[in-house]
């Protein structure tokens, strides 16, 4: 016997389902204070949990072979502040004190998350079921001109062509 579920998907926890998939990508990185610039590949595999709730990313980004970054990211939407949310958790090690929000504007979702080092601001944007774009910028403590760090398009591919995760 299966019982229905105690909550109903909204449409904005529906539209996080765009995440949902494994991915490949070709990035380009921009020097910054943690790397210098280039061009790098990577591999995303995002599964929708909970009923759907939640959207959990998994992130390897490669450079020269190696993997240079990653990271796990949940996505959800706060229904009572009518936000979507991004926990995330990365190879650099610093702790989230709070998660990126932000909403969606025609097909992009736009992020944004402060810490004591800054802002960041992550957009993502949609071309259809099976390509979307990254950009990711950062404004360091105390400036107010906003810094590229990484930007790519991503494709969805199957899910075992991505190995290792």
């Avoid at 990711?136 to 590229?148: E, H, I, M, V």
């Amino acid at each position: 016997m299966n019982a229905a579920p105690f909550y109903s998907l909204s449409a904005d926890h529906q539209r996080l389902q765009a995440l949902v998939g494994a991915w490949r990508g070709e990035e380009d990185v921009a020097a910054t204070q943690w790397t210098d610039a280039g061009t790098a590949t990577s591999e995303v595999l995002a599964e929708a949990q909970f009923g759907g709730l939640f959207v959990v990313q998994r992130y390897r980004q490669r450079r020269d072979g190696t993997i240079s970054f990653g990271a796990h990211n949940v996505f959800g939407f706060d229904q009572q502040n009518r936000v979507c949310t991004m926990h995330q958790f990365d190879s650099m090690g610093f702790v989230p004190v709070s998660p990126a929000t932000g909403t969606w504007s025609g097909n992009e979702l736009v992020l944004e998350r402060l810490s004591p080092r800054g802002a960041a601001c992550v957009i993502y944007s949609f071309d259809g079921t099976d390509t979307y774009r990254m950009k990711l910028q950062f404004k360091p403590a105390g400036s107010n001109a906003w810094q590229d760090m990484v930007s790519g398009v991503y494709r969805r591919v199957s899910p075992s062509s991505i190995n290792g995760f």
